[in-house]
């Protein structure tokens, strides 16, 4: 069952859709639709549209006041440079399951391969001592991205 804040989320991002990635919102005015505290509104900001997932947030405060969310989208010729320079020589569980799911939610990798991407990277990872696990993983991943953008 989907939590509020994956509610508050998935409309959010529908909006982003709708308008082409990026819209200005009122945090009251989306916390009175959702009937919860504009704090649920900050928490979904903050914990679902970070960089590392391939949001941006700005806001200004006051009467006027607005929150502007922007989806940014790696694209383009250089786009497995780029994703390939963020992940570096290591990475950690964390920044490679917000990487997958940002190139999910940008159309470069369908559901299916990130989920078999993350569970292999977690196979092949336990138990292994940090840092080595981190280098692992960044040389499994971008192994693993240049097979699927090859298909």
């Known amino acids: 069952m989907a939590t509020l804040a994956d509610i508050i989320e998935s409309h959010l991002k529908k909006l982003i859709a709708m308008a082409g990635d990026e819209i200005e919102i009122r945090r009251c005015d989306v916390a009175e639709q959702f009937d919860c505290v504009p704090s ?16 941006v ?13 922007t989806r940014y989208v790696v694209q383009g010729h250089s786009a497995l440079e780029e994703i390939f320079e963020e992940i570096g020589g290591r990475i950690a569980p964390e920044k490679a399951d917000s990487l997958l799911l ?3 939610d940008g159309g470069m990798l369908n559901r299916r391969t990130a989920v078999l991407i993350r569970a292999l990277l977690k196979e092949e ?3 292994l001592e940090s840092p080595v696990d981190q280098i692992v993983r960044a040389k499994l991943l971008r192994a693993m991205l240049r097979m699927a953008k090859q298909k």
């Open 57 to 69: 947030v700005e806001s200004r405060r006051g009467g006027g006041g607005y929150i502007r969310i």
């Open 102 to 104: 940002r190139l999910v």
């Open 125 to 127: 990872t336990d138990g």
């Open 40 to 55: 649920q509104i900050n928490y979904v900001l903050e914990t679902r549209f970070t960089p590392q997932r391939g949001y």
